[in-house]
């Protein structure tokens, strides 16, 4: 039996459990939405941030002096820059997209860019991917490096691409064959620049011979059969080579005087030289033995350099590549955000709820009659515990999700490297609310075990108190049969006891008593009948009046009053007893419907 209700008792502290843990997981679940509503606004309120690029831009071949750099993420323009100092552009920034949007403003990690200059398709060299936060060195050549458009560029050359730059030995052997063979060497002409077809002081137009009758002019010329040569020898003439730029390039004109259409003997246009700088080119460089120690000033130079000269124009700058300093992550409560008074309403809310839903429950059972004692204690310490497990799990969880808003969700930049902390919390705090529920259900128990245990001691001694009023009973009630005994031999007491037979049944009905007693037995109705066979005596007048002229039956009435006072008091104890096993039947039948 007792290790029923054990079992009975622990399957109740089991469902109580898991509700309260089912609770706790929902509380969780409110207030991890909450914080996500509350604080997504703080944590996109950063953009990611953008891609910097910067290098040197070509035009032609020679350094861009101006015009608009523009960065695309396919058709999208994401950052621009307008060329201030010749041959160079940056830093162009180029936005990131913006994830908390449908629409594309940017670029996303690892996307390749674009760029075009004055609107017009460039190629690029070097690392042209999106990366937020990085700063990117990009070359800029304009127009597109296209083998076969007839442009030899500065960076083609006659290996990678000949039919540009034509042969390296810049020499084309044609044959035609009609009635006999023709045959035409073009050589371009030379200088002392580096490369064939000129040097840096200029250079000559090619020269051509011919044999087989072709006229020098570039015209057709007939072999001795007199049929139409119809090859055409390229007569190329080219201008004097450009002073050598800063880039160390220089350029010039060659143009087909035989209008052949064709390219294959085509002197080269650009070659790369030695730059001499000077005093006036806006460079920090070298020249005339000395170097200048600032821009155009210093060293060879008759300008003397100032304290706020400053050496950055017009030069080749490679910037080393350096993370963007995070942005400082305030660890503070900002008082004045709505989100955070909603917050703390919702919690007061909660708590005023949660106080007049256990109110409620207590008064409402206390009012029900149907309980006994020892279910409406376990009713109201059972409300008791849910609102101490709400208030628990409530403290628990908002100083939890508080702290760590505090140190982390603030901080985008390393919301998501402690990320595991808040996983690790949700894990820990179910367990912890389920340890607190599971040892307030243990108490709870030990409690209810221990008012059991009074109960069960209560009772018992009301049987032993009852014992000894019977006992006592049991000697004050032979004292007064044996009295009425020797009283009914007086024939002044029997005509008294005849006319009141009530005496003589007090008689009988305490010597059955006495046998009761005697067998430990509780004859309620026996002790019914005695009570009231004196209250009826006691309420008649002429009895009582009759009885004061016999002082022994008065004293042994008096003494019979005395029981029924004993009596009285006796019944009480029968009530809390009635009282008691009521209440442990009605306790079984309710942990029976649990």
Known sequence: MKKEKILIENRKNEKNIISALVKGLFIIFLIINFFVLMFAEIVVAEPPLPTEFYGVIYNYNMPASSGTVKAYVGNISCGQFNIVNSGYYGVLSCIADDPNTTQIEGGIYGQVITFRYDSNPTTVFGDYYFASGEYKFVNITFPELICGDGFCDRLENCNT?????????????????????????????????????????????????????????GGYDYADS????????????????SECSIIGLQNRSCIDKAGCGTYNSKPLEIQECVYEGNCFDGLINCHDGLCEEGVDCGGSCDKKCSALEQPFQNMTITIPKFEIPKSVCERKFDFTNPGFWVFLIILILSGVTRYYVEKYTIEKAKRNENLNALSRSRKIIGEQRKTKIFIISVIFLASGFLTYSYFFLLCPNIFFEYSWLLLLFMIIAPLAIYAISKDLAYNERIH???????????????????????????????????????????????????????????????????????????????????CDKINKLKSDPEFIKRISSYPVLKDIF???????????EKQKLYDEIARAESEEKASKEERKKE
């Open 161 to 217: 691409c000949e039919i540009d730059c034509f042969a390296c030995n810049a020499t084309t052997n044609q044959t035609g064959n009609a009635t006999g063979n023709a045959t035409t060497n073009t050589t371009g002409g030379g200088g002392t620049g580096i490369g064939s077809g000129g040097g840096a002081g200029g250079g000559s137009s090619g020269s051509s011979g011919s044999s087989g009758g072709y006229d020098s002019s």
């Open 226 to 241: 007199g049929v139409p040569i119809t090859s055409c020898t390229e007569n190329w003439n080219c201008t004097e080579w």
């Open 558 to 568: 008096d003494r019979l009053q005395k029981l029924y006072q004993q009596y009285d």
């Open 448 to 530: 209810f075990e221990k008012e059991k245990r009074l109960d069960d001691l209560h009772y018992q001694n009301l049987m032993k108190m009852i014992e000894l009023e019977n006992k006592i009973l049991s000697e004050e009630e032979n004292i007064l049969a044996n009295k009425l005994y020797e009283l009914s031999k007086n024939d002044e007491m029997k005509d008294i006891m005849f006319k009141y037979p009530e005496i003589k049944n007090i008689y009988n009905i305490m010597m059955e008593l006495y046998d009761n007693y005697s067998e430990n037995k509780n004859p309620f109705d026996l002790e019914k009948d005695f």
